[in-house]
């Protein structure tokens, strides 16, 4: 119900208790709270998700199995998200309380589980740290890491936060070594971009045209309201205009012939970006990669960024990309491709830069060299090269491609479930999985250790150097 207050409710002992529960989902010397409870008696309380019913829908199938769900939203667009009044507390108290408020609701309804979309919004990442104090499972779904025909489904952390940065290669290839995992082509296309736009449009409609109840909300991307409304309606506009200039430009460089190298962009205020990155900003990592293909890649080569699927402008890019092609005198060499679909991209490329895309992963699908300068779940030292990048413009270091598929395959076996969170499709093709493994004592990684039963330990408590973030070499800043 909108508007609910709660008490001042220290939370009952068996709530508060000191957990030992660790970010890397080993062991607890103290039993989960979850773990202490049938399903008839877990409560999960979920927070912001994806776009669209994806959560409505994941909380009707937990009800099935007898928990009780609850939801806690912030704006119009997260109630007109969640269609069960009787189960929805609006927030509607200034941020700076928002860590004592979700203390108290967690104690006063003997929340067991917590859900989210991510785990780096403010919101989450306060969450997150109250749930873990009072030793409640954390429960993070987010895009998948070999997208665009799985979805991430990890415990307590995702992107930079999961277990699988601090998991050496050499220990996957154990687990899945005579092992029958399945290994399905990635698909080259994203098909849910249309209904993650249309949904995206309708959420921020509500915030937009009825959040008047909603009067101390702060979006979390660092732009108001209306500008995120107005961002997301010129994408629909746009959408076939951008279409057919893109394809005249992907047309243009095929037929031109020269080698290229493909730069995948991100989104600057997705949690990746923000939050595992050593870039302050997106021109930054532009001006890097500007600079060193000046410097070290051979005259012939052309150097390619692509945006993201989902980018909307908020940036200037392509401009941005004019002027400093132009202040290191390769204007002739650099080529601008606003989204559209990455695999046929993929195919005539000599390697792929980025920060931490997880598109980079269709890239060493392929055996392509990977530069990667971010801190990402695929950050190895078989799969990303170690070159400075303009060393690896001048001849990039190809991947150890057979340890890649033994990686894939694991994560295809752990933490990655088909479908995804747009379409009704992919929705319903990971609903089918996604509340069994949510009910499951063991994480992903976990179970599938459980179930090779013969297999060696893993000690995801080691972080090697691979967690760290990798140095560009010698690069200039973007002005």
């Given at each position: 119900m909108e508007g609910r207050q709660l008490t001042d409710h220290p939370g009952s002992a068996e709530a508060s208790a000191p957990s030992a529960q660790a970010g890397d989902g080993s062991a607890n010397v103290v039993p989960l709270l979850a773990e202490r409870?049938?399903?008839e008696q877990r409560r999960f309380l979920f927070l912001q998700g994806p776009h669209g019913p994806f959560f409505a829908e994941l909380s009707r199938l937990l009800r099935a199995s007898g928990a009780e769900t609850r939801r806690i939203g912030f704006n119009r667009g997260d109630a007109f998200e969640w269609p069960e009044a009787a189960t929805y507390t609006a927030y509607r108290e200034a941020p700076s309380r928002w860590a004592d408020w979700v203390d108290a609701y967690l104690a006063e309804e003997d929340i067991t589980d917590l859900v989210l979309y991510g785990d780096m919004r403010e919101v989450h990442r306060v969450a997150h740290q109250r749930a873990l104090a009072r030793n409640l499972r954390i429960h993070c779904f987010e895009?998948?890491?070999l997208r665009p025909y799985w979805a991430t489904y990890e415990r307590a952390g995702v992107n930079g936060n999961s277990r699988l940065v601090h998991m050496p290669v050499a220990d996957m290839q154990a687990r899945v070594a005579g092992r029958d995992v399945e290994t399905p082509e990635a698909p080259a296309t994203w098909g849910a971009l249309w209904h993650h736009t249309w949904y995206g449009f309708l959420y921020h409609a509500n915030i937009l045209l009825r959040n008047g109840f909603y009067p101390?909300?702060?979006p979390h991307r660092g732009v108001t309201v209306a500008e995120e409304f107005a961002l997301h309606t010129s994408r629909l506009l746009l959408y076939?205009?951008?279409g057919l200039r893109r394809r005249w430009r992907e047309r243009r460089l095929?037929?031109?012939?020269?080698?290229?190298h493909l730069v995948l962009l991100q989104l600057s205020h997705d949690s990746a970006m923000r939050d595992h990155s050593p870039f302050a900003t997106q021109r930054d990592f532009l001006g890097a990669c500007i600079t060193a293909f000046a410097e070290g890649a051979p005259r012939h080569h052309r150097l390619v960024f692509k945006a993201h699927p989902l980018e909307d402008g908020r940036e200037p890019l392509a401009p941005t990309l004019r002027r400093l092609a132009a202040r290191a005198g390769?204007?002739?060499?650099v080529d601008f491709i606003d989204g559209g679909k990455l695999g046929p991209l993929l195919d005539g490329a000599r390697s792929a830069v980025t920060v931490n895309?997880?598109?980079a992963q269709q890239a060493l699908w392929r055996g392509l060299p990977v530069s990667a300068h971010g801190r990402a779940v695929y950050q190895k030292p078989e799969f990303v090269s170690p070159q400075p990048l303009a060393a690896f413009f001048r001849a990039p270091e190809r991947p150890d491609s057979a340890a890649y598929r033994a990686y894939r395959r694991y994560l295809l076996g752990t933490s990655q479930v088909r479908g995804g969170f747009y379409t009704r499709q992919d929705r319903q093709t990971l609903l089918r999985r996604a509340v069994d493994m949510m009910l499951d004592p063991l994480d992903p990684y976990d179970a599938f250790a459980r179930d090779g039963r013969t297999l060696p330990d893993m000690a995801p408590d080691t972080a090697p150097e691979t967690a760290k973030i990798l140095p560009l070499g010698r690069v200039s800043s973007a002005p």
């Amino acid at each position: 119900m909108e508007g609910r207050q709660l008490t001042d409710h220290p939370g009952s002992a068996e709530a508060s208790a000191p957990s030992a529960q660790a970010g890397d989902g080993s062991a607890n010397v103290v039993p989960l709270l979850a773990e202490r409870r049938s399903p008839e008696q877990r409560r999960f309380l979920f927070l912001q998700g994806p776009h669209g019913p994806f959560f409505a829908e994941l909380s009707r199938l937990l009800r099935a199995s007898g928990a009780e769900t609850r939801r806690i939203g912030f704006n119009r667009g997260d109630a007109f998200e969640w269609p069960e009044a009787a189960t929805y507390t609006a927030y509607r108290e200034a941020p700076s309380r928002w860590a004592d408020w979700v203390d108290a609701y967690l104690a006063e309804e003997d929340i067991t589980d917590l859900v989210l979309y991510g785990d780096m919004r403010e919101v989450h990442r306060v969450a997150h740290q109250r749930a873990l104090a009072r030793n409640l499972r954390i429960h993070c779904f987010e895009e998948g890491y070999l997208r665009p025909y799985w979805a991430t489904y990890e415990r307590a952390g995702v992107n930079g936060n999961s277990r699988l940065v601090h998991m050496p290669v050499a220990d996957m290839q154990a687990r899945v070594a005579g092992r029958d995992v399945e290994t399905p082509e990635a698909p080259a296309t994203w098909g849910a971009l249309w209904h993650h736009t249309w949904y995206g449009f309708l959420y921020h409609a509500n915030i937009l045209l009825r959040n008047g109840f909603y009067p101390n909300f702060v979006p979390h991307r660092g732009v108001t309201v209306a500008e995120e409304f107005a961002l997301h309606t010129s994408r629909l506009l746009l959408y076939p205009l951008k279409g057919l200039r893109r394809r005249w430009r992907e047309r243009r460089l095929r037929r031109a012939g020269m080698p290229y190298h493909l730069v995948l962009l991100q989104l600057s205020h997705d949690s990746a970006m923000r939050d595992h990155s050593p870039f302050a900003t997106q021109r930054d990592f532009l001006g890097a990669c500007i600079t060193a293909f000046a410097e070290g890649a051979p005259r012939h080569h052309r150097l390619v960024f692509k945006a993201h699927p989902l980018e909307d402008g908020r940036e200037p890019l392509a401009p941005t990309l004019r002027r400093l092609a132009a202040r290191a005198g390769i204007s002739d060499r650099v080529d601008f491709i606003d989204g559209g679909k990455l695999g046929p991209l993929l195919d005539g490329a000599r390697s792929a830069v980025t920060v931490n895309s997880t598109a980079a992963q269709q890239a060493l699908w392929r055996g392509l060299p990977v530069s990667a300068h971010g801190r990402a779940v695929y950050q190895k030292p078989e799969f990303v090269s170690p070159q400075p990048l303009a060393a690896f413009f001048r001849a990039p270091e190809r991947p150890d491609s057979a340890a890649y598929r033994a990686y894939r395959r694991y994560l295809l076996g752990t933490s990655q479930v088909r479908g995804g969170f747009y379409t009704r499709q992919d929705r319903q093709t990971l609903l089918r999985r996604a509340v069994d493994m949510m009910l499951d004592p063991l994480d992903p990684y976990d179970a599938f250790a459980r179930d090779g039963r013969t297999l060696p330990d893993m000690a995801p408590d080691t972080a090697p150097e691979t967690a760290k973030i990798l140095p560009l070499g010698r690069v200039s800043s973007a002005p």
